[in-house]
């Protein structure tokens, strides 16, 4: 499956992840086209060969664009122009990346923002916009690991639960979201779709256990 396919598919992973950030102060589409760069990146230095979930690399590496949103201006007291054009860099570095397939070079960045070569360096700089995933050392290269914050734990089991069930049958899914996201009764999911409540039991038994293999 190529780059852009991965991203085509995976999309879904950047609004969950975006969506817990929401209200924070930041607004929901520039959270989401810094989610897209994470999700891009992760998808140019996935290696499947590691047994490693897609979801797994990936949601590690969309919140670590999210928060850099939040870190801008906490860590470096910068001025109200300079700080303006780095959230301009993070977006337009963000659309580049979705359409080319990789970050701006520096001079392609101040191309698209009218500055100077070195002003846009200081704006990426401002905006701690980060360096690519893979290794450039000789014994490198490939895929590095994402450090995970504690709390990205939570979010990344959770969405990686969430993009499992997406990708159940509509029945299934109906079935696991009455269940445990709307926290029904077996009874009353079978009374909402039409089946017996040993059937909810039975067919709940089963979808577990593929969602088990799936997150194992």
């Known amino acids: 499956m190529g780059r852009d396919e991965i991203v085509k598919n995976n999309i879904g992973l950047v609004h969950a992840c975006a969506g817990h950030f929401k209200g924070k102060g930041i607004e929901y ?6 989610g897209c760069l994470g999700l891009v990146k992760a998808a140019e230095n996935f290696d499947n060969t590691r047994g490693v ?6 949601v590690p590496a969309i919140l670590g664009e999210i928060r850099r949103l939040f870190r801008d201006g906490s860590a470096l007291k910068v001025g109200r122009r300079l700080k303006a054009l780095s959230m301009h860099a993070s977006r337009v570095s963000a659309d580049f990346a979705k359409s080319e397939g990789r970050m701006p070079t520096i001079n392609e960045l101040a191309e698209r923002l ?17 360096i690519s995933l893979t290794e450039n050392g000789e014994e490198g290269g490939g895929q590095t690991d994402i450090a995970v914050e504690p709390e990205d734990e939570k979010i990344t089991e959770m969405v990686s639960l969430k993009q499992a069930v997406i990708d159940l049958n509509p029945k299934d899914r109906k079935i696991i979201v009455f269940r445990y996201f709307k926290s029904r ?20 038994k089963k979808i577990l256990g593929q969602l088990r293999q799936k997150l194992s």
């Open 185 to 204: 009764t077996q009874t009353e999911t079978a009374k909402a779709l039409g089946m017996t409540q040993v059937q909810v039991s039975r067919r709940e």
């Open 29 to 34: 589409e520039d959270l989401f086209q810094a």
């Open 53 to 58: 979930r897609f979801s797994t690399y990936a």
């Open 114 to 130: 009218d500055v100077e070569p070195a002003e846009a360096a200081e704006a990426l700089g401002a905006a701690q916009m980060p």
